[in-house]
């Protein structure tokens, strides 16, 4: 079946660093890629998303990649924040059908 | 207010003993699913229904049923729980634009 493979599994950085987050997906025939954002005793809220016929997307400090041919797409965080901190969950889905989600990376932003 | 909601957010059962998670979502919505948040798993969806009468299984359905008979309801059954389907339990819904939107969570505990 589908598979997402997510790197790394945990992330620190300082305050006003990058951080990236890797995503590589098996499915060729996926088409939306979103990622999530999950703080701690919280339920998954999507931060940004992908559809397969775009290359980048950006909203303020956050963007996204995606590379087709390569099979993998990434979330960037510029000028991180405390509140950043959380766990970062990318998925696919082909044609709004099931959702393969990957199994996450732990961000801290250290003040 | 656009929500979904799921009814218990907590619930402490024993093996064997049948159980309903309710899902409902007032959004109107064709796509609801379900999944389930294991500690370094991510979510794993159970199931997924595209509408109304029109199930399907996701990534680990064995164990759970689930029935779509209107549009804003999408009931996750356990017919005999056993201890490994312990787990943190989302159900979601989605619109034309692809963005799932998630339940606040169930806390389901087999012993």
């Known amino acids: 079946g589908e598979n997402v493979e997510q790197h790394p599994s945990t992330l620190s950085v300082q305050e006003g660093d990058s951080a990236v987050i890797k995503c590589t997906y098996s499915d060729s025939a996926s088409n939306y890629f979103p990622w999530y954002k999950q703080e701690l005793g919280k339920r998954p809220q999507l931060i940004i998303d992908?559809?397969?016929?775009?290359g980048e997307k950006k909203d303020q400090r956050i963007a996204v990649t995606l590379n087709k041919t390569a099979k993998h797409f990434s979330l960037h965080i510029t000028e991180t924040q405390p509140e950043d901190s959380a766990v970062y969950f990318c998925a696919e889905n082909n044609y709004g059908q099931n959702f393969v989600f990957g199994p996450g990376t732990r961000l801290s932003v250290l003040p | 207010e656009a929500q979904v909601t799921q009814n218990p957010r907590y619930l402490i059962t024993v093996t064997g003993k049948k159980l309903t998670v309710t899902c409902s979502q007032n959004?109107?919505?064709?796509?609801m699913s379900w999944y389930r948040q294991d500690p370094g798993l991510g979510l794993r969806q159970i199931y997924y229904?595209?509408?109304?009468?029109?199930?399907d299984k996701g990534d680990v359905p064995e164990g759970y049923k689930v029935s779509r008979k209107e549009k804003r309801n999408f009931p996750l059954i356990l017919e005999s729980p056993s201890p490994n389907q312990t787990s943190l339990y989302f159900c979601?819904?989605?619109?034309?634009?692809?963005?799932?939107?998630f339940g606040p969570g169930t806390r389901l505990t087999v012993t």
């Open positions: 959004m109107n919505h064709e796509y």
């Open positions: 992908i559809r397969s016929n775009v």
């Open positions: 229904s595209m509408n109304v009468e029109v199930t």
């Open positions: 979601a819904s989605r619109g034309v634009s692809y963005e799932q939107y």
